[in-house]
């Protein structure tokens, strides 16, 4: 979008996509009862094999005043892909699904289904029930709870009453299960202690966390809810809770609308991929989904003039495209550590090593001081300057300086200093030069100073 449409939305929330004189059909029951005229259905899926774009295609093919157009390539083995062939097809093939209910014998077995995963679960509640409620009575029994009374004493009180140890057992509340050794019905007591610390009771984490079922209902009635409609699957799913079938069928469509391709996919043509691949100049390229045709012809070019390893594997074809850079783990020793002297460079750390390699007892490498003194190097600068941070920098310290042509910029009455080379080279290697031209006045060292204290010295 432009900037205009992005900043009228974000100060005013105006919406560039309401637009006055479309209205928004979301299912196919609205689309049949729009009034008659001319129509354009945007079919988010574009291999016309499922959904409501499958139904209007195979309504709407046999008129001629139609017109599909298709905005990218179909995938292979799909309705969209054979339409698109040249010549177009005539007639084709289409499987037309549709969901009837249950009747007669299938209703049957369906029913006696459900009711025998339903004896299968209630079975299973009363096993889990049962085996919980032992497990309570032995934990009870341990702890010697004195209100728990002994199955194994006889209680002759009991009897001569006329009291039946299973007198009671119809007052209780659905889903207590008493012991079987209690006399009377007894309520379990559960001490739900917290445990608290300094800044209050120990929350648990996991009780405040919202599920994934939780989830997904509420982006079910937040995106099924548009304008308060359904849409007819959701509501189909939601509200029809009759047993119902999916029968599909083969139908022969005649196909006498208009087909036409244009290509809005986005996508390079091979002249473009070509520069592209010349500007970013991979070390290795792997070249996939294409035919054999244009894949071999990329694949000859890149190797001319891209890169010397080009890959072009096959369906289901495994290549290896690792690269043995002969790296090696290296460990400094603690008196050649000793040593080192880091110069901090933005949020690193870095020094001038000279060593010996060598062998620690567990057999990897390891850094050694040097048994005879350290060769001599050129000094190292490290670092980058820019030209306009140096300027204010140099007219800090009371020079005079000024841009002149190509960038370079003039120091003094004399002193020229100026970049020499590129900086974008294969690889990110930066092999600028920095020139420093004048006569060696004071004022020439003076600026060199100031333009070494710029960069790190190893």
Request: hydrophobic share 35%.
């Amino acid at each position: 979008m432009s900037d205009s449409i992005a900043k009228s939305f974000e100060h005013t929330r105006d919406n560039a996509f309401l637009l006055k004189h479309v209205t928004l059909l979301i299912n196919k029951t609205e689309l049949e009862k729009a009034p008659d005229g001319p129509k354009i259905v945007l079919a988010s899926m574009a291999s016309l094999e499922v959904g409501f774009s499958h139904d209007i295609f195979v309504e709407w093919a046999a008129d001629s005043k139609n017109l599909v157009l298709f905005t990218e390539r179909g995938q292979f083995a799909t309705l969209a892909r054979m339409l698109q062939s040249d010549p177009p097809p005539k007639a084709v093939k289409v499987t037309m699904s549709k969901r009837i209910p249950l009747v007669g014998e299938e209703l049957a077995a369906y029913e006696e289904e459900q009711n025998r995963k339903r004896k299968e679960e209630a079975l299973k509640a009363t096993l889990a029930k049962e085996e919980e409620s032992k497990a309570s009575l032995g934990a009870e029994l341990a702890t010697g709870d004195p209100m728990i009374i002994d199955a194994n004493i006889k209680q002759p009180s009991l009897n001569a009453s006329g009291l039946q140890p299973g007198a009671f057992r119809d007052v209780l509340i659905d889903g207590f299960v008493p012991p079987p050794s209690s006399v009377g019905p007894m309520f379990p007591f559960y001490d739900n202690s917290s445990e608290w610390d300094d800044f209050g009771e120990v929350i648990n984490p996991d009780d405040f966390v919202i599920k994934d079922e939780d989830m997904d209902q509420a982006s079910t009635l937040v995106d099924g809810d548009l304008n308060g409609k359904l849409d007819e699957g959701s509501a189909s799913l939601i509200l029809d809770t009759t047993p119902s079938k999916v029968v599909s069928s083969e139908q022969t469509v005649h196909v006498k609308c208009s087909l036409i391709y244009m290509d809005f996919e986005g996508r390079s043509d091979g002249s473009s991929i070509k520069k592209i691949l010349g500007h970013v100049s991979p070390l290795k390229l792997v070249l996939v989904h294409g035919s054999a045709e244009a894949t071999e012809h990329l694949k000859q070019h890149c190797l001319k003039s891209v890169c010397p390893h080009v890959y072009a594997p096959q369906i289901e074809e495994s290549i290896d495209v690792t690269s043995d850079l002969c790296a090696y783990k290296v460990q400094l020793s603690e008196k050649l550590m000793s040593n080192v002297l880091f110069k901090k460079l933005g949020d690193y750390e870095i020094a001038w090593v000279d060593a010996e390699v060598g062998k620690t007892e567990s057999g990897t490498l390891s850094l050694l001081p040097l048994s005879t003194p350290p060769p001599p190097h050129k000094t190292v600068l490290v670092g980058d300057i820019k030209m306009a941070d140096f300027k204010q920098f140099l007219a800090s310290k009371g020079i005079q300086v000024e841009f002149a042509g190509g960038g370079a910029l003039r120091c003094g009455e004399y002193v020229t200093l100026r970049k020499v080379g590129d900086s974008s080279q294969k690889g990110g290697g930066n092999i600028q030069q920095i020139l420093l031209e004048g006569p060696l006045t004071e004022e020439y060292y003076k600026i060199r100073d100031h333009l070494y204290s710029q960069f790190y010295s190893l």
